[in-house]
């Protein structure tokens, strides 16, 4: 902030998987099915599979013009955990209410099956959880 002027935040849940699917119905924004070097993750077919995070632009874009939005690196949301989307927000805010001792993480990591990199795929860790496999990615407003 201080070197480009703008502020920064964590994506929603909503807001991520928008940009993950990049205007696809598919369980990745390439297509339904993992196929080899599109990511980095178990059975990708990269050479970082399994061993660790791939640099950045390693594969191609999608659509959006975003880079590893599956696999790589688990990315945090803004959102406090909830098991379902009963009752989310509809307006693609954050779901600040809840169990917020955890936040929503999407897209997977290196080490993860194909399942967990799928765009709908989410889950809960809490915000001070370290390691190799947790980023994130920040909108601006």
């Known amino acids: 902030s201080l070197k480009t002027g703008r502020h920064y935040r964590l ?5 991520w998987e928008y940009a993950a699917r990049a205007g696809s119905q598919k369980n990745f924004s390439w297509g339904d099915k993992v196929g080899k070097n599109n990511a980095n993750c178990k059975v990708c077919g990269s050479q ?5 995070s ?9 659509k959006f013009g975003l880079y590893d939005m599956h696999g790589n690196v688990m990315e945090f949301t ?3 955990f909830h098991p379902h989307y009963y009752e989310a927000p509809n307006d693609q805010t954050p779901w600040m209410t809840g169990k917020c001792e955890s936040h929503m993480f999407r ?3 290196w080490g993860s099956d194909a399942y967990f990199m799928w765009s709908l795929f989410r889950n809960g860790l809490k915000p001070d959880a370290s390691g190799n496999g947790f980023g994130f990615r ?4």
């Open 11 to 15: 994506p929603s849940e909503a807001e």
């Open 54 to 62: 791939a640099p950045v632009k390693s594969f191609k874009a999608n």
């Open 78 to 80: 803004q959102d406090c």
């Open 48 to 52: 970082w599979d399994n061993k660790q």
């Open 107 to 109: 897209g997977g990591y």
């Open 138 to 141: 920040v909108a601006s407003y």
